[in-house]
């Protein structure tokens, strides 16, 4: 049985962050274990329609997590996928022919109207509509056909933390439930989750070595790209440090030039096909004399300057991000508490943001 994280004191600045990271191995054994049947129930569902092509529309840290799930539909399916500009809809009104494609919407709230809108309009064009969601009663969830709850429950802080690995979660087995698979590669991530978690006090020290950093660079490939894009969100919308995120490769078409030695480069290195592709651009980080972090296996992490090991033996690069983006929001915490900030309400942000 695992004991409940202590409430966090009431006076500490984000005591709600702190919180909510900490649910995270609990939400994903209630997707495992109670969410998982009517996940599959619905891939079968989708899977017997046959879709032709899918398109994921989200914003924020949902829209990391459409990548993620673009990665595992083109890999693991073989479906062509596309990221929609929801702008064509809504601003432009354009109204393509979307007989058979699956349009894959994904929202915490569910309540933003762009979201609503374009998926309204999807749907009105013949599309197959699946939101993915953390409110089953929200409007997206009402407009659209089908609806998987990630049952992360009620998330305060600003910055979503276990929204994002409960629907990078749903999403994997929504996927699996496609091609018939079981899902069974997701089943150590609870207790995996929960020894990462146990780790901030190491994750404190490098935060240490951070704070007063002015601007970061973070980059993966493959399945550990939305990892990079959504740690770079978590450390600009808690800490303001200016953090960009880029593919590997693309970072190797110019945005190289501005490595130095000062910048911190955070590299997140899946075991597995994307980190073996990731190696040209460490190689070049190391040359230019990069301070580079690492998160991922033992080896790549004793040939940086830092970094935090990942757990990923016995593990399936296809469900390592869920993992991966743990100690990075751990990182984004401790870097905007040791700066004097309150990761919990970072200025000019609204929980549910809406967007036309």
């Known amino acids: 049985m695992t004991a409940t994280p202590p409430e966090p004191q009431t006076d500490v600045p984000g005591r709600i962050m702190a919180r909510e990271m900490a649910e995270q191995p609990a939400v994903l054994r209630r997707i495992l274990d109670e969410g998982a049947p009517a996940i599959r129930q619905v891939a079968q569902e989708i899977a017997a329609r046959r879709p032709r092509f899918v398109l994921l529309t989200a914003r924020g840290t949902s829209d990391n997590a459409a990548l993620y799930a673009k990665y595992l539909l083109e890999i693991r399916l073989g479906l062509p996928c596309g990221l929609t500009s929801m702008s064509t809809t809504t601003a432009y009104g354009a109204r393509p022919d979307l007989t058979d494609v699956l349009v894959i919407t994904v929202s915490q709230s569910g309540g933003s109207p762009d979201l609503v809108a374009s998926t309204r309009a999807a749907r009105e064009a013949g599309a197959i509509t699946l939101a993915v969601t953390n409110n089953p009663g929200s409007p997206l969830a009402g407009v659209s056909e089908y609806h998987v709850d990630i049952m992360a429950g009620p998330e305060k802080a600003l910055p979503a933390t276990k929204t994002y690995t409960a629907s990078l979660l749903a999403l994997y087995l929504f996927v699996e439930g496609l091609r018939g698979g079981d899902g069974g590669a997701a089943k150590l991530l609870p207790d995996l989750a929960e ?11 490098l935060a ?28 600009m919308e808690t800490s303001y440090i200016p953090a960009l995120s880029y593919s590997g490769a693309d970072l190797l078409h110019g ?7 000062v910048s911190p480069v955070i590299a997140v290195v899946t075991d597995g ?9 460490l190689d070049r980080l190391r040359g230019r004399g990069a301070d580079l972090f690492v998160v991922g296996p033992r080896e790549q992490v004793e040939r940086a300057s830092a970094g935090l090991v990942l757990p990923t033996e016995g ?6 991000p869920i993992l991966e983006i743990i100690p990075l929001q751990l990182l984004a915490y401790e870097v905007t508490i040791a700066r004097g900030q309150d990761p919990d309400a970072p200025r000019a942000l609204a929980k549910v943001t809406e967007t036309h």
């Not at 096909?273 to 651009?281: D, H, N, R, S, T």
């Not at 593990?315 to 390592?320: D, G, K, L, R, S």
Request: aromatic share 6%.
């Open 273 to 281: 096909k994307g980190g073996e592709a990731l190696q040209p651009v």
């Open 195 to 205: 020894q990462l978690l146990a780790r901030q006090d190491e994750v404190r020290a």
């Open 255 to 261: 945005p190289l030039a501005m490595v130095d030695n």
């Open 315 to 320: 593990v399936a690069e296809e469900v390592q």
């Open 208 to 235: 240490a070595r951070y704070r007063f950093a002015e601007r970061m660079v973070i980059t993966s490939r493959g399945y550990g790209y939305p990892t990079a894009k959504e740690a770079a969100l978590k450390l």
